[in-house]
């Protein structure tokens, strides 16, 4: 796709938005700028979405690396009628923003959003506005009142003559932050700070996730620039607890795996192992994965690239195991050992998954829960080590066809492995 179309976070989020007028301007500028849209959208509606919201779940950090400025205020006014509010900038918490006041005109919305957000507008309101500019262009998202709203502006010469346009409520943010504005706020400082597991609640576990250097980042309707979320992990990071257990996730693409100590679960994604039979992780990493499963965590590996001659590394295992190159296959056998695995929340059948190079030549430690159907391959394995466990699998998670089909199995192996650090390893955990 040519860079002229290519769009970041915010342009992608305002891209529907070529149709939309204030309401000041005269019939005849709007049947212009109708005429205008028509053919902008006749020409670029094979590349952009026409629909009014971004089904594409975004990260926290995603959203936080598009900013160039996140600013911190208060809802000073709230006209009800002109459906107009103005905010009080209190606090840069990223960048240096020149305004002092953001007025917003909500009138211009979409539909019946106006009238839905002016509700949500409060005077002492507190209200976070993130925002990307580029010369006089400004896209926004902000958030007040546990509501995600889009804006979008031209900034004037003089910055108080400068009118925020409101689009839409965005009903899909919530899968990025769902809670109050001073909750959004700590999280946002949280994770700007580099602090690991921002946000985490008390007796959570702990995911962190090797993500985002062997599979692309998932993108949505059209190319963005900047996204780092991989398919493999936005699926892993919609079980947010097993039972009453609360579980978070903390992704990372750094091979050398920052804050391994303090997690509970060590997810290896799609081809993070190595590709193409290389070994990616450092000696060092391998040493200290064995240390942390010795040590009563559990790490689970998925998507593992081995070529014929060139198996998988296996320096982060405590047994041997060979890496082999198989083609994409589907069919599975479950052992009595791996009955719970394949039906716990989820019942998956043989035919149901997307696999692809697997692994051979395990010994009597290794608990077999699913092979081939001839038996020669592994599926899903269990092996412990120490006071903890490795869960190695064949499943192939490259992209949004392959994790649809393997995301009951990604789950249930949350599901297994919380279960089995309570019974096994954290009884801290969920307390």
Not at 157 to 173: A, R
Request: hydrophobic share 35%; charged share 20%; net charge positive.
């Amino acid at each position: 796709m040519p860079d002229s179309l290519k769009c970041s976070f915010f342009s992608l989020l305002h891209s529907s938005n070529l149709l939309s007028f204030p309401r000041h301007q005269s019939a005849r500028h709007h049947r212009l700028l109708a005429c205008v849209s028509m053919t902008l959208l006749l020409l670029l509606v094979t590349q952009f979405p026409t629909d009014a919201f971004i089904t594409r779940e975004y990260t926290l950090q995603e959203v936080l690396e598009a900013c160039t400025n996140i600013v911190r205020g208060t809802i000073t006014s709230v006209d009800t009628k002109r459906l107009r509010a103005k905010v009080r900038v209190d606090e840069n918490i990223k960048g240096k923003t020149q305004f002092k006041e953001i007025k917003i005109n909500i009138a211009v919305g979409q539909q019946k959003f106006p009238q839905q957000l002016i509700q949500k507008f409060r005077v002492n309101a507190p209200i976070l506005i993130f925002y990307a500019r580029k010369g006089p262009k400004i896209e926004s998202v902000g958030h007040t009142a546990e509501t995600w709203f889009q804006t979008f502006a031209d900034a004037q010469s003089d910055l108080s003559k400068t009118w925020w346009n409101f689009t839409h409520i965005e009903i899909y943010m919530h899968r990025t932050y769902a809670g109050d504005t001073p909750g959004l706020e700590r999280l946002v400082r949280d994770t700007l700070s580099g602090k690991s597991w921002p946000g985490v609640p008390k007796g959570a576990v702990r995911v962190l996730a090797l993500t985002g250097n062997g599979a692309p980042p998932i993108q949505g309707q059209v190319t963005i620039q900047g996204l780092t979320a991989t398919a493999e992990f936005l699926a892993l990071r919609k079980t947010r607890s097993v039972g009453k257990i609360p579980v978070a996730y903390q992704p990372t693409r750094d091979r050398n795996l920052p804050n391994l100590e303090k997690a509970h679960i060590l997810w290896l994604g799609q081809r993070e192992l190595g590709i193409n039979g290389k070994n990616l992780l450092p000696s060092k990493t391998e040493q200290r994965i064995r240390n942390f499963v010795r040590s009563g965590g559990v790490a689970i590996i998925t998507g593992q690239d081995s070529d014929v001659g060139k198996p998988c590394g296996t320096g982060w295992l405590s047994e041997k195991l060979t890496g082999v190159e198989r083609n994409s296959w589907r069919d599975f056998k479950v052992m009595s050992a791996g009955k719970s695995l394949f039906q716990k929340p989820n019942a998956i059948q043989s035919g149901q998954l997307s696999l692809d190079d697997t692994w051979v030549g395990w010994n009597k430690k290794f608990n077999i829960l699913a092979t081939s159907p001839d038996g020669k391959d592994i599926v899903v394995a269990a092996l412990p080590y120490g006071n903890g466990l490795y869960l190695i699998t064949a499943l192939y998670n490259r992209d949004e066809t392959q994790v649809k089909q393997n995301a009951p199995l990604i789950q249930n192996l949350i599901h297994y492995t919380v279960n089995w650090i309570r019974k096994h390893g954290d009884r801290s955990i969920g307390s």
